[in-house]
């Protein structure tokens, strides 16, 4: 225990002075576009959610990006951490729904709605049910963001203005390029680094809802009488970000029913909010929360930093409460997020 | 060439007009360029920029009249990419109109990279002008007469 305390601790030592090390950049220096959607506002996954398997208890409300993979592992030595994967994605467009344009897109609150919803779905062996397989889904609509990026006409400018072809381009009588190759453009990384330093420097709000349900497979088996649901909770979450700051204030809702071996038919509310700063590569967070269930107030810390294209680092510093033990620790849960649309390419 | 490289239009109808969309909120830029065959020697005729922005739609009208047009080739590069979250794939129309008629559509649809990502598709292709001998003959009707 002591051994795996100490590799915590350097762990987040490391993880926050390679953070600062790379935050000292000027805005638009050799920033990757990509560093956009990883390292900022990415909400947490729904599904991870009630599997109490997110670093953070209170959750983010800003619009989702793209689809992204989360890793909650145990990648260092300590065994009470869970290893899991959890897979977001969005409905709208993965059946086929469309958009006429972005005009569509900033008029009707129906589309953006759905264009933003999230559906997650995540597993994880937690070392509370060890001959267990969790697996939960989950939904998340964002409601409100006054800062979503759509809305954001300079950049809207600034790509269209990047994407008309040069002189060197100028298509031939007889052009037959009708397949199409993709191709390198810098000057939308660079719209996009201009973005995000606007992004960064403007106040503002969003609110998002979500829902989620958590099951157990008795022994790994999917058969119909060795699953079981253990949880629901549904979840409001507001936030607001102050500007140049770099700092941002969420508080959440949320409602749970839980029925674990200690507690059937239990319920109540968990309540709180969290503290951000965000960093160009690190993102710092303080949490305190009210549990009704256990008549509780906690509290967490929280640290992740981007440290190479695709893949953020995370790690967070928690109060729990063993479900089976009802031991109370302080808690290091490490994991990765992982840009799959990025991977892909 | 294939079939679909030719547009065929009334000599003695109105001007031609060009109409490019690309839905699910896809941007793009392009370059449209009118040629001449002038004594075997392809020449630069008209130039467009078009670029359908927030409403995912741009168009121009040739200025060359429909009568002079003829052989000529109309030749475009796109480029383009996703803006919004999770859309990977878009449709791509080009129309010529013309007295409202559409004379001419090429559709496709494709798959788009981030914009985020620092990266765009870039295709293009051209129509060939052929003046319509009779108003009330389609193009495939035209093309069965000759098979």
Known sequence: MERYRISCSIFIFLLVLVGYSQDTEQPGDNQDAYSFKLDYNVPESPAFAVLDANPTTIMRASTPQEIITQLASNFLSGNEVSPGLAFDFNPYFTFGGRLKSVKEYRNSYGKRFLANLQLSFATINSMDFPDDLLFSGGIRATLFDSKDLIFDKQLGEDIDNALVPDESDIPGPMNNNDQGTVVDNPALKQAYANAKTRYMEKAGGSLALGYAIAGRAKDNSFKTDSIVTYRHQAWLVGQYDLGKSGMSINAMVMYRYDQTPQTTDNDGLISGIALRKYGKKLILSAEIYHDSMKESIDFGGYAEVYLIPSITLFASLKKETNSITGDEDVLLKPGIKWNFSQAKK | ?147
């Open chain 2, 1 to 147: 060439m294939p079939k679909s490289n030719y547009c065929l239009i009334n000599p003695d109808g109105g001007s031609l007009k060009v109409k490019v969309t690309a839905n699910n909120g896809i941007r793009s830029g392009s370059i449209f360029i009118l040629w001449e065959l002038q004594n075997g020697k392809w020449e630069k005729k008209e130039k467009f920029k078009v670029i359908t922005g927030d409403d995912g739609v741009d168009e121009f009208i040739l200025l060359e009249k429909p009568g002079d047009i003829e052989n000529d080739s109309l030749a475009w590069s796109i480029n383009a990419c996703s803006t919004i979250n999770n859309v990977e794939r878009g449709e791509f129309n080009i129309t010529v109109i013309q007295d409202g008629k559409n004379r001419w559509t090429k559709e496709s649809s494709r798959l788009v990279p981030k914009c985020s990502d620092g990266k765009q598709l870039k295709f293009g292709s051209h129509v060939i002008f052929k003046h319509l001998i009779n108003d009330n003959l389609s193009t495939s009707d035209l093309w069965k007469d000759t098979e």
